[in-house]
């Protein structure tokens, strides 16, 4: 038998996007048969003290019954769970991470957010991430005289992964040569470019700007990046920035002119640790990366608040990016037991809500990211936990081939975003969800589906280093499917791989696209991100999982609308997939892949993954197209 669900999605919530003392409605839904049920409540906690609201039965449909209740928003993150009282007494607790038969977490409540949200466009988003000296190179490149900290490489060279080319090696990969082609990410279906960073620096990954206010002329300068932008825009796309807010590079102004020099306007900034402003704290103790000091008015006023600021600029015409990704979103400000990230994050967000309402902002945080991503400051994260991580677990079969470190030493183990593991752990399906569910039980919906849902980026290795290719299409089409904007990291559609972050940043290999692997796998790309643009519960719908086993698991995400079906298998799987649990089963129509559902029966033999679609949840009051009760 199905379980009670509830989850941020608009059959469930009547309106996302609060103001603080708003009644939002919620609503719970009941397989029938599942009670009987004597009552059910809703609980919050606002100034941390229970408050309770009683649901009402509002009907019956498709062998489910709804219960609904109201909430007021008393909280900038207002929490709440359900409890179900049984005719026999037996109470049970739902939450994020599901029914439970003792109390739960207010962390891991659903959550209503009373702040701003943020723009629609997000939830629609397929994004592609540029690294631009390995993407596409203009002639234009050939024309600029190569910098003195670069270590020049012909396009075809192998990238080198030992110190000091690791970042130092440069391929010239240019502004207008990503406008040059346009066309394929056009093919690909993707409609969000993020660039890393495009500021001057003395490396190749520009992480170490030595001025926020230009664009590096190894690029095109200025006019090249307006000339990008109008051209991305020209053919729907947005583009996002990459900018790094806990430090600048050790060649910036600010800090060239308060290194050594007490009393400098621009001291201020940094964290100076002796008085001849010789000694600072950088990140993770490199040199080259001074670490801003966010106590500092005069730095808050240059970098965010003034409307000329770097965070301001970017944002207005002539350039008129959508948004920014924050760099190490979540060390900013923090350091020991000085704690100013949420300060710096609201600011950011108050400053571009100010200059352009519909940018997104989405803050880098490698790990555990719940704590920050409560709807304050990021609209979502880059972080691996929630997907990345469990998935590389449960789809990666490391062949244990030698691959070389910075220091030039020879490593057998794979690389696992820097965790001292001794490789990659082995995940089962199972743990896979229990990961996903686990890292996001303590994020808000709406900040779930807008944080990153990446394979890989320019900071790991490539997915496909070590999975086999039988399991590549089972990866991408979960980034596609499960909720969260879906990531493409460049030259992923080409099938290339890395053994670490820096080994993975390889030239994109034009003009191989006819050759039969490599089409093969920019087919399923662009197969797999149609699949997610015609059909938009894969954007907004809920999630419920329906089965769960060691080799796959099935789900649904859904609205009003349709109910998109999901199985993803890593072998042998099969799962019984009843009227009672996904009504309608009988009509499912097939979108994606070989499987056939049959007696209301999924099985996989192998790898595999596979999509149908089937009519919209039917709920009382709530027809297709239409708002659920007390939606503005």
């Not at 606002?46 to 209740?69: K, L, M, N, S």
């Not at 970017?314 to 900013?332: E, S």
């Not at 303590?442 to 990446?454: D, E, F, H, N, Y």
């Not at 290339?496 to 399923?524: H, K, N, Y």
């Amino acid at each position: 038998m199905p379980l009670p669900h509830h989850d941020g999605s608009p059959l469930y919530v009547s309106n996302a996007a609060p103001e603080l003392g708003e009644q939002v409605h919620v609503r719970l839904r009941v397989p029938q048969g599942y009670g009987p049920l004597r009552e059910v409540r809703t609980r919050s906690n606002p100034d941390h003290e229970p408050e309770w609201t009683e649901a009402v039965r509002i009907g019956e449909a498709d062998g489910w019954e709804w219960w609904e209740a109201p909430v007021t928003v008393r909280n900038r993150r207002h929490g709440y769970r359900w409890l179900l009282v049984h005719e026999s007494g037996e109470a049970e607790w739902l939450n994020q991470t599901g029914l439970h038969r003792i109390e739960t977490l207010d962390a891991e409540d659903f959550a209503l957010v009373a702040y701003p949200a943020p723009p629609t466009w997000l939830n629609d988003a397929v994004m592609y991430q540029i690294f631009p000296d390995r993407f596409a190179r203009s002639a234009s490149a050939d024309e600029r005289e190569v910098p003195d900290w670069a270590i020049p490489a012909a396009w075809d060279d192998p990238v080198d992964p030992v110190m000091p080319a690791r970042s130092q090696q440069f391929y010239g990969g240019d502004l207008d040569g990503i406008v040059e082609r346009l066309d394929h990410l056009e093919r690909l279906g993707v409609d969000l470019i993020y660039l890393t960073p495009i500021f001057p620096a003395a490396s190749n990954h520009r992480y170490d700007a030595s001025s926020f206010d230009r664009v590096d002329p190894l690029l095109g300068g200025d006019e090249a990046y307006v000339r990008l932008i109008e051209a991305a825009h020209a053919r729907g796309m947005r583009v996002i920035g990459d900018l790094t807010s806990n430090h600048s590079g050790d060649r910036h102004e600010w800090f060239r002119s308060a290194h050594g020099n007490p009393g400098a306007p621009t001291e201020t900034f940094y964290y100076f640790r002796d008085a001849n402003n010789t000694e600072y704290e950088s990140w993770l103790g490199t040199p080259t990366l001074p670490k801003f000091d966010w106590s500092s008015a005069e730095l808050r006023r240059r970098f965010i608040t003034d409307d000329d600021s770097v965070v301001a600029r970017w944002l207005k015409p002539p350039f008129g990016i959508d948004g920014w990704r924050i760099d190490v979103a979540n060390m900013t400000g923090r350091l020991g037991d000085i704690d100013l990230n949420g300060e710096v994050r609201r600011l950011l967000r108050e400053t571009m809500l100010r200059i352009n309402p519909d940018a997104v902002l989405l803050g880098e945080s490698t790990n555990d990211a719940a704590s920050d991503l409560q709807g304050d400051g990021w609209h979502g994260a880059m972080t691996y936990p929630p997907f990345t991580r469990p998935l590389w677990g449960w789809l990666s079969q490391p062949t244990g081939q030698a691959y070389l470190d910075a220091d030039g030493e020879e490593r057998t183990e794979p690389w696992f975003f820097g965790q001292p593991l001794g490789g990659i752990p082995r995940y089962t399906a199972r743990e896979f969800v229990a990961a996903m569910t686990r890292f996001t039980a303590g994020i808000p919906w709406r900040v779930r589906l807008g944080s990153m849902q990446a394979l890989d980026t320019h900071d790991t290795a490539r997915f496909a280093t070590n999975a086999p290719p039988d399991v590549v299409p089972v990866a991408v089409g979960l980034s596609m499917t499960l909720p969260g904007v879906p990531v493409l990291f460049a030259g992923d559609e080409f099938g290339l791989v890395g053994a670490d972050g820096e080994s993975a940043r390889t030239p994109i290999p034009w003009g191989s696209e006819d050759q039969p692997e490599i089409a093969a796998r920019l087919e399923l790309y662009r197969d797999l991100i149609a699949l997610r643009r015609e059909h938009p519960a894969l954007a907004t719908g809920g999630l419920r999982i329906i089965g769960v086993a060691d080799d796959g698991f099935a789900f649904v995400r859904e609205s009003a609308d349709e109910t998109v079906l999901v199985v993803a298998a890593s072998g042998p799987f099969s799962a019984e997939i009843d009227e009672a649990t996904v009504p309608g089963i009988g009509s499912a129509t097939r979108r994606y892949g070989d499987l056939e559902i049959e007696n209301g029966s999924v099985r996989a033999d192998g790898p595999a993954f596979a999509v149908w679609t089937l009519p919209g949840v039917a709920a009382p009051g709530v027809g297709a197209s239409e708002p659920g009760p007390g939606t503005a």
